[in-house]
């Protein structure tokens, strides 16, 4: 077999078999296929598309680069969830010491923020102590001890995926939905969970900007982790503004704090209700969805989900100080409102814009190597469908410097639209998936 | 800017900037942008192609990435030739000092064979003492006092077309037409002639399979040309069997010297009339065609074209002993005649199938670094349209042993087509294209 061939069948638009996509990965993971050919052939995935056996096929050669994990001498079943990434996106904060705290083990691999979107990693090393660069073995053990362990991507799991990635990141070949299902999916399976729901997003904050696409996406992912022998659900949910209130990373675990300790925003809550019902779904915990909730929320009311986080953060070696007082938490020097630039009812919140101003703040990545600042962000004060009038704060800018809010104010402005009549706020939750 | 913007730009069909273009070549031959994100652009590229203006925008920023040959110090006119390569195209061999003899000084670099095509250099080569690696100096003063000379591509000119093109190899991105003529037309603008013939070829020996493609490929070429202020006309020729009968370098110069010494087979002869021909129009050498083609049979008759030859030889090293006795010529050691498998019309003569196999024998590259054998080759005996009878010789085998000739056999069967009924012989030349 010659990369060439392969490249050039793609280019023409022939579908590749699973033994020719298990070759290039093999190959490519080997460093025997130089990235220059592996990233004209992405370029063809790109534009050509695949279909679903060879996205599958794709998946599974990733999956299988490094380690599969197999959890089941820690826990009979094990849950798992992931986001395609939005603003302000703190749900696993919420969910999984929620799902961990009904019984359901959660042991996850998470990633740090990169562009517009944010990581979990990144959130929850905003805690003072927290480690989340944990081995193998105490990886295991705070699952088996606690039932919920949150750990940073290894670079043992799926490690042609995250060669892949990084190469499709400098040659604009991104956005494609079969490399975009194959890289989680690949990821997941490694990871051995039983049980995965996918939160895909779509909006003006995530990589998905309609719910078609989402869809699409959601479909392919549901359908890999079916043939690859998993439970998997996914959920469309609305990124047509940021989730939540705050965006930033200490300001994300405040407001997640705020959530198991009984307040939080709606939305959030709503969502973290939503994906993880389906978890219980799945795991045969609950026969339907409002038994599912009503567990939920039961966990919620009586602080059980609450003692998961303090539990976890606790195994990982945070600081507990901090999470029962989270004002203790980095806070930026800077604190200063967004005053609306017109009176009327806020028609859209574009968040990718919003996350580029966290960026821009500080807050987050350009590149990988970038170190990040927590305590930096934004906490929104008026969603879409609200009434606003003139100069009300629209958000709360937390920045280290005036010069550093000057800077951004102009890309937060643009980020709202406003419209003399009376607007509906957007759908949360367009549908489940379920194979 | 940023290389990845400019790829996501043309992935998804945009036009590129005449700026954007020349910034991407002056980064990809400084080395700063990487082989894996001008390989991904090439695939864009490929799949979205480029209209006219990115085409010559692209061919002027390759061309400038080295040096501009100017050599109006030296003729006040020069004219140049290219092929896009064909089966036993020896038509420089002929063509350049038959055009030379008659008042139009070529100053010609030539490139090495390379798959199934040969090259002009490797042929000349097989004159054993014939140098084509030739300085500045030299180049211009063979020119000068011979009015011909033939050198090998030096690595000054164009040299991000030379790094684009080893990219395209090996990354499925040859086959785009934007891309074949940006290629040949930089080296041919920054060669600095002043009237330019292409011999844009089609049929099975060839790049292009069809005419139409031919015919896209070479309106794009005299496109760029007159664009950068040059005249150019190209002819399409049929490359629907290899040209004349020798095909292998010692072989195909003895061919040629046969046509400059009055024989030679008729398509050869044909061809390089009217390529030569289009060179004395735009020379404004003659006033048409008829006369043109008078002018150069003069040449051909009366010795000087041949004459012109011996003179370029001499000046470049060769040892004109095995120009004036060109059976001493290497010499393979096995000529074993290929019997006609059945009796009838042929067809079809599937010239990259002989391509491969001269390849094969030992006379052609399927990597650059590879040596070649000057000797081997194929000859054939029967064209597209003769009869044969079971047994026939179709072409002489010129190989290194017998083993050898054993291995292309099949292949070289699998070349031909027969007929019950008459076949009519294809047309030499299609059409030539005048802006």
């Not at 990369?3 to 699973?18: E, H, P, T, Y």
């Not at 790109?46 to 089941?72: I, N």
């Not at 962000?377 to 609200?386: C, E, K, N, S, T």
Request: aromatic share 4%.
């Amino acid at each position: 077999m010659r990369m060439v061939d392969l490249i050039a069948k793609k280019r023409d638009g022939a579908a590749l078999s699973s033994g020719e996509l298990g070759w290039i990965i093999e190959q490519y993971a080997a460093q025997a296929i130089p990235d220059y050919q592996m990233s004209a052939w992405a370029m063809a995935v790109f534009l050509r598309g695949m279909d679903a056996h060879e996205t599958t096929a794709l998946t599974l050669a990733m999956a299988r680069s490094g380690a599969m994990l197999d959890l089941h001498d820690v826990a009979p079943l094990t849950v798992d969830k992931h986001s395609t990434g939005g603003i302000g996106d703190k749900t696993t904060l919420v969910l999984a010491p929620l799902v961990a705290a009904v019984g359901l083990p959660m042991a996850k691999m998470s990633g740090r923020g990169l562009g517009f979107s944010g990581g979990t990693v990144d959130k929850l090393e905003s805690i003072p102590g927290l480690r989340t660069a944990l081995s193998g073995a105490e990886f295991r053990r705070l699952l088996r001890e606690v039932g919920l362990v949150i750990a940073a991507q290894s670079g043992d799991l799926a490690p042609a995926d995250k060669q892949l990635y990084a190469l499709r990141d400098v040659t604009a070949t991104v956005a494609s939905l079969p490399l975009i299902a194959a890289s989680v999916m690949s990821k997941k399976l490694a990871a051995g969970a039983d049980c995965i729901v996918l939160d895909v997003k779509y909006g003006s904050g995530a990589f998905m900007r309609t719910p078609e696409q989402a869809r699409e996406l959601a479909q392919m992912m549901v359908n890999i982790g079916q043939l690859a022998g998993r439970k998997v659900r996914a959920v469309l949910s609305s990124m047509q503004q940021p989730l939540g209130c705050a965006i930033g990373n200490a300001l994300e675990v405040r407001e997640a704090i705020g959530a198991l300790r009984g307040g939080g925003p709606p939305d959030l809550i709503e969502l973290c209700l939503i994906l993880s019902g389906q978890l219980l779904l799945m795991a045969e915990r609950a026969d339907d969805e409002a038994t599912a909730h009503a567990i939920l929320r039961e966990a919620l009311a009586s602080g059980a989900a609450w003692a998961k986080l303090r539990q976890m953060v606790a195994g990982q070696g945070g600081d507990l100080a901090y999470l029962d007082e989270p004002t203790r938490l980095p806070c930026a020097p800077v604190q200063i409102a967004l005053p609306a630039p017109q009176a009327g009812y806020i028609s859209a919140i574009e968040g990718a814009s919003l996350g580029l101003a966290v960026n821009a703040l500080g807050g987050g990545r350009v590149r990988k190597e970038d170190t990040i600042d927590p305590s930096v962000g934004l906490v929104m004060q008026a969603r879409v469908g609200d009434q606003v009038y003139l100069g009300q704060p629209l958000l709360m800018i937390h920045a280290p410097s005036m010069a550093a809010v000057e800077a951004v104010v102009p890309q937060l402005l643009a980020a709202y639209q406003f419209s003399a009549a009376p607007v509906a706020p957007p759908l949360l939750v367009e549908a489940v998936i379920v194979l």
